[in-house]
């Protein structure tokens, strides 16, 4: 680092300087639900289920949840398509016919067994688990679905750009 020689970047302390809001500025905020967008807080009843939809009918399935106030997830991206002769782009899914639900168990099971309006609504199952004899509904943790929506949601445009 080129800076002068008398200079203390640390002020005197033993610890680094801070540049903004982190966990080290407010320790009341570790371990705690404080400071956690009410959205994006984990509620001890639900979980992430990764769900199947059939037949490009995703669109469907998330504006049912959405009605239903039922948060739901399908991660898209930009894709460049030729329609008609011009190049366009199009947002598409980035995992076709994939969705994911954050919701209780009985609420999902509801949704995927018990709705006349979603029947290409099906549970992907964990093969690696078996529970009562059989293969249980597949779930995410709830810190690794949420770095998963941050990962998938940053736009693309700076890619394109360097793809050029």
Known sequence: ??????????RGGTDPLNAGLTSDVLPKAQ???????????????KQWFVLRVTYNRISKVYNYF???NT???FPTHYVQ??????KKRVLAP??????????SSKKVETYVKHTPDLPFLTYYYDHFRIINGKNPPL???????MNFIRLTSV???IFNFIKH
Do not use: C, H, W
């Not at 398509?81 to 011009?86: M, N, V």
């Not at 779930?139 to 679905?145: G, L, Q, R």
């Open 1 to 10: 680092m080129n800076t002068l020689s008398d200079v203390d970047i640390r």
């Open 94 to 103: 980035l995992l076709p016919n994939i969705l994911f639900v954050y919701a």
């Open 71 to 73: 948060e739901a997830y």
């Open 155 to 157: 736009v693309d445009d």
């Open 139 to 145: 779930t995410i943790p709830y810190d690794t679905m």
């Open 31 to 45: 371990g705690s639900l404080t400071g956690v967008s009410v959205r994006y807080a984990p509620d001890p009843d």
């Open 81 to 86: 398509k030729t329609l008609q002769g011009k």
């Open 66 to 68: 959405s009605q239903d």
